[in-house]
């Protein structure tokens, strides 16, 4: 079975360290222990966070001496973004028949307007002594 990519994706982006190792990377490369420094947890727990990223292929390390520095890889983003726009024409579709619904809600009914009656003509009065 070929391994899933976006699955792998998806798993790697559930946790919220992971997600804030990556907005980091963004900035551009960095050392694991710079990496390390904001979390409150050792540097072998964020170097475990970081091989679930690299099985990921959202980030690549590489080594230069001493210094290991993490970069990061945004293709697999790519196929998340592409993934969820499938979605999104279905949801905008979604919004309108909601909006449309609801400015239906919101305008007074309009009142069938009743025939007009035609009343009698009024009598003519006669002009002169009232009768007793």
Same mark, same amino acid.
């Given at each position: 079975?070929?391994?899933?990519?976006?699955?792998?994706?998806?798993?790697?982006?559930?946790?919220?360290?992971?997600?804030?190792?990556?907005? +980091?990377?963004?900035?551009? !490369?960095?050392?694991?222990?710079?990496? %390390?420094?904001?979390?409150? &947890?050792?540097? /072998?727990?964020?170097?475990?966070?970081?091989?679930?990223?690299?099985?990921?292929?959202?980030?690549?390390?590489?080594?230069?001496?001493?210094?290991?520095?993490?970069?990061?890889?945004?293709?697999?983003?790519?196929?998340?973004?592409?993934?969820?726009?499938?979605? +999104?024409?279905?949801?905008? !579709?979604?919004?309108?028949?909601?909006? %449309?619904?609801?400015?239906? &809600?919101?305008? /007074?009914?309009?009142?069938?307007?009743?025939?007009?009656?035609?009343?009698?003509?009024?009598?003519?009065?006669?002009?002169?002594?009232?009768?007793?």
């Amino acid at each position: 079975m070929p391994p899933d990519h976006l699955s792998a994706t998806f798993a790697a982006l559930a946790d919220p360290t992971r997600r804030a190792i990556l907005a +980091r990377l963004a900035s551009g !490369e960095t050392s694991v222990t710079e990496l %390390a420094a904001p979390f409150e &947890m050792t540097t /072998p727990a964020v170097t475990k966070h970081l091989k679930v990223l690299e099985r990921a292929g959202l980030i690549t390390r590489s080594r230069q001496a001493q210094w290991r520095p993490c970069q990061l890889n945004a293709a697999p983003l790519q196929e998340v973004a592409d993934f969820i726009e499938q979605y +999104r024409q279905f949801w905008e !579709e979604s919004f309108d028949r909601l909006d %449309a619904y609801l400015k239906t &809600m919101q305008s /007074p009914p309009k009142k069938p307007r009743a025939p007009k009656k035609l009343l009698p003509k009024p009598k003519e009065r006669k002009i002169g002594r009232k009768k007793r």
